[in-house]
């Protein structure tokens, strides 16, 4: 109930989901009292989801970092004593400055979408670390293989508005758990549904979305592109095909023809452990059903085949002339219709002549631990981490935590919380959540742009990442002009004069003026214009310019000694590694888990709520099992992304992930993992 006395501040979720939800934060007495969606903004449309619902039980969590620390203790333990700002910004400042006297690249940043804002994202952080010369993080954690599917087949990071699914009359969910992360989708496929439309899942996990669709076709994991070639496959045979469309507006159709025509469906039945005649069934509906749109998610892009698989999907649209209407076509990200104005934000100018290396943020294991070298370059002797949490979510964690633990390794962190890699810290520094600066947003759901204004004051001595940014660059003695700008001037330097920042400030949000169907008449934003079967950059780089199924790399082999996949999707409550200790959310998670479905689980004499060890090559993590129908036969599911610490043997589930990268965008592999699990005594 709100009183006279409250305030209500618009603001935007700041999280790694494609919702992007714009928010309204009540105080009262200078004190958040409740988070709430928007009902003005439609997508929002006042909801939110359980997570961001606390975002009050999160900003006054009892465990907020409150005041700068320094280590005391060995490194990794996470034993730290307060410290003032200036003594701490003046010791990392002449750290940074005697390494960037001699050798630039031995500093590292890096972060990820712990905020997906511009500016407390790579804002002043950039202009900092460019003003530096600092190594480049290669930031492919999450999306990268997926984008350069995307890319390479489309164009660009564009595709179908998301409202207008809800006109669809068939809907394909691929490799998404739409109600966990992705739910205002999940509402307009809701309203589909209720208008006569079929909804199909396709992902290993019988998900919660999956208990609600229609059908759900459980694949194996690293199987898509297989399945979409037999789809292929179904539509030349059945002539479901729009020529006008391939013919006009799509590039390599008699190469994609021939090579979909190498994948009857009962080779990809094979393939991807699913009976022939869903297929079929899928291609008949796919084919023969208008508009038919897909909802593409970053899981299946998680293996080594994760770009290919993408490509393979999305041509889909262009064979049946989906795109012709606004309900019909494919979203995997919106985020490349975005005019961000990067060079303005994040001033790649002061780099000047420089030009650093790229260190892959998927490789950090191996990095941290490579010596100097001519190839490599210097060995990493600092790293400065923000809205990241890499401890946890970077894959082969044995190695991230060697890594993290060199004595001769100075690591700042920012963060609200002591995570994992807080732990590592010989600095850890408090920084501000949504609800206590400005920012602004794109989104990868949606084509709003949202602003975000601070509803009450910094918590504790917590500073925003750019005013950390700011004072660091100060007593670094940085003095170009750029870095005195203060956040609400990085807010209107995001979008320039692309976006209307006056009706950002009145409403909280504007829509991008973009068509309702975009490729309806092909001007795809690839170098031909045209949808790109056949990619011809892929040709001149001697790859395979179609896209094509390449199974994982590590395929479970019933006969030896890792005879199960494992997939790690975040639980329902958590986001990545955010969340995790918010008490509220982590009582509904319980404790780590791995589903494991009944014969698997009674092939290894393991009951339901037994420990198990779940292991391969790389380590083990114990955890409870969840004995599910919920995992397919063959795979398990290491549900994420718990905090090592919270681990049963202080470990999570990216102690079996490996380094291995994607076919293309140099992606992790989280999916790609096959292991064996066994009760332990
Ligand atoms: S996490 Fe996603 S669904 Fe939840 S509030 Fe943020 S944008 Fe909305």
Same mark, same amino acid.
């Not at 750290?95 to 500093?107: G, K, N, Y």
């Not at 998670?589 to 009951?607: F, G, N, S, V, Y």
């Given at each position: ?18 919702? &992007?939800?714009? %928010?309204?934060? =009540?105080?009262?007495?200078? +004190?958040?009292?409740? !988070? #709430? ?5 439609? /997508? ?102 997926? &984008?350069?599917? %995307?890319?390479? =087949?489309?164009?660009?990071? +564009?595709?179908?508005? !998301? #409202? ?5 009359? /068939? ?108 297929? =079929? ?8 059903? #208008? ?391």
């Amino acid at each position: 109930m709100n009183s006279p006395h409250d305030t209500q501040v618009r603001g935007a979720c700041p999280h790694d989901c494609p919702d &992007t939800c714009a %928010l309204v934060t =009540t105080v009262r007495d200078g +004190v958040a009292t409740r !988070v #709430q969606g928007n009902p003005d903004h439609p /997508l929002t449309d006042g909801v939110l989801c359980a997570k961001v619902s606390r975002y009050p039980e999160r900003t006054y969590h009892p465990d907020r970092l409150l005041y700068p620390q320094k280590r005391v203790g060995p490194k990794g333990a996470g034993q730290f004593q307060r410290v003032s700002w200036d003594e701490a910004l003046t010791d990392i400042a002449a750290r940074l400055s005697a390494l960037a006297a001699q050798r630039p690249e031995a500093v590292l940043p890096y972060s990820y979408a712990g905020t997906m804002g511009l500016v407390q994202g790579d804002g002043m952080a950039a202009r900092f670390f460019n003003r530096l010369g600092a190594s480049r993080l290669d930031q492919t954690i999450c999306a990268s293989a997926g &984008t350069a599917g %995307l890319m390479n =087949t489309l164009g660009g990071k +564009v595709g179908m508005k !998301v #409202q207008f699914f809800a006109e669809a009359k /068939l809907i394909l969910i691929w490799g998404s758990n739409s109600i966990g992360s992705n739910l205002h989708f999940w509402r307009i496929a809701q309203e589909a549904k209720r208008q006569g439309a079929r909804l199909v899942c396709i992902d290993p996990r019988r998900t919660e979305t999956a208990d609600k669709c229609h059908e759900h076709i459980a694949l194996r994991p690293g199987t898509d592109a297989a399945l979409a070639l037999a789809l292929m496959h179904e539509l030349i045979q059945h002539d479901w095909l729009d020529h006008d469309y391939i013919a006009q507006h799509t590039l390599g159709w008699a190469e994609l023809r021939e090579r979909a025509l190498q994948w009857p469906p009962e080779r990809a039945a094979e393939v991807c452990g699913v009976p022939v005649e869903q297929i =079929t069934r899928l291609a008949r509906d796919y084919g023969t059903t #208008q508009p038919a749109a897909i909802r593409l998610n970053y899981g299946m892009q998680r293996v080594h085949g994760g770009g290919n698989a993408v490509r393979a999907v999305a041509c889909l649209p262009a064979l049946v002339g989906a795109w012709r209407q606004r309900g019909g076509g494919l979203l995997l990200s919106s985020s490349g219709q975005f005019p961000v104005q990067r060079q303005a934000l994040q001033r790649p100018d002061l780099l000047g002549e420089r030009r650093p290396r790229l260190i892959n943020m998927s490789t950090i294991g191996d990095d941290l631990l490579r010596p100097a070298s001519p190839e490599f370059g210097p060995a990493i002797e600092a790293l400065v981490v923000y809205n990241s949490n890499p401890v946890a979510v970077a894959p082969d964690s044995a190695k991230v935590v060697a890594g993290f633990q060199r004595e001769d390794l100075f690591t700042v962190v920012l963060e609200h919380f002591q995570t994992d890699t807080a732990d590592h810290a010989d600095y850890l520094l408090p920084a501000t959540t949504q609800l206590e600066h400005w920012d602004v947003h794109l989104a990868y759901g949606h084509t709003d742009v949202l602003l975000n204004r601070p509803a009450i004051a910094p918590v504790g001595e917590a500073l925003p990442n750019s005013e950390i940014f700011r004072r660091l660059a100060q007593k670094m003695g940085f003095d170009e002009p750029c870095f005195a700008e203060d956040d609400q001037a990085l807010c209107r330097q995001a979008f320039g004069d692309r976006v209307d920042f006056n009706t950002l400030l009145e409403q909280g949000f504007a829509s991008l003026p973009l068509p309702d169907a975009p490729f309806a008449q092909g001007g795809f934003p690839t170098p031909s214009g045209r949808c790109e079967f056949l990619n011809p950059q892929l040709v001149a780089q001697g790859l395979d310019g179609l896209p094509q199924h390449l199974p994982n790399r590590e395929l479970p082999d019933p006969q030896g000694p890792w005879p199960l996949a494992m997939i790690s999707p975040p639980a329902r409550n958590f986001l990545n590694s955010t969340f995790v200790n918010v008490n509220s959310l982590n009582k509904l998670e319980t404790e780590p888990l791995l589903e494991i479905h009944p014969d698997d689980a009674a092939a290894r004499q393991i009951r339901h709520g037994d420990v198990v060890r779940v292991f391969n090559a790389r380590g083990e993590y114990h955890c409870k099992a969840d004995v599910s129908a919920r995992a397919r036969p063959g795979v398990v599911v290491g549900l994420g992304l718990w905090w090592r610490k919270m681990g049963l043997n202080g470990t999570n589930v990216n102690q079996l992930t490996g380094q291995a990268l994607t076919d293309m965008g140099r992606g992790p592999t989280f999916y790609d993992c096959a292991v064996q699990v066994s009760a332990l005594a």
